[in-house]
């Protein structure tokens, strides 16, 4: 399946964001889907996944409480809405599908398949 995120952009620090990412031509409903991003001179982290029916959710410590995942299997888009936005979650947001290796709970980049190109999200101080 292909993957296309959209609504990064600059935000002052405190203020909200929501990602979107859409799944072109393939079984998006199939599959569990995560976001990850990476910073300026970082590896990539994860940030938070969620099962193929829309149901528990995990998050990485540093983000939970302030980003919510969802996603919307008929329209076949996953979302990752951002509140209390800090300076450090600036980085290039990318979503993945679940690879071959993957199992719930997992949080390895290698766990998981496909990805999108990333959009990109600066917070200001």
């Known amino acids: 399946v292909q993957l296309v995120e959209s609504g990064g952009g600059l935000v002052q620090a405190g203020g909200s964001l929501m990602l979107s990412c859409v799944g072109i031509e393939g079984a998006f409903s199939m599959y569990a889907m995560a976001w990850f991003r990476r910073a300026p001179g970082k590896q990539r982290e994860f940030v938070a996944a969620i099962s193929k029916g829309g149901g528990r959710p995990y998050y990485a410590d540093s983000v939970k409480g302030r980003f919510t995942i969802s996603r919307d299997n008929v329209k076949n888009t996953l979302y990752l809405q951002m509140n209390g936005l800090k300076p450090e979650d600036t980085a290039d947001y990318y979503c993945?599908?679940?690879?071959?290796?993957?199992?719930?709970?997992?949080?390895?980049?290698?766990?998981?398949?496909?990805w999108g190109q990333g959009t990109l999200v600066t917070v200001s101080s």
């Open positions: 993945a599908r679940e690879g071959r290796s993957f199992s719930y709970g997992m949080a390895s980049p290698d766990a998981f398949g496909s």
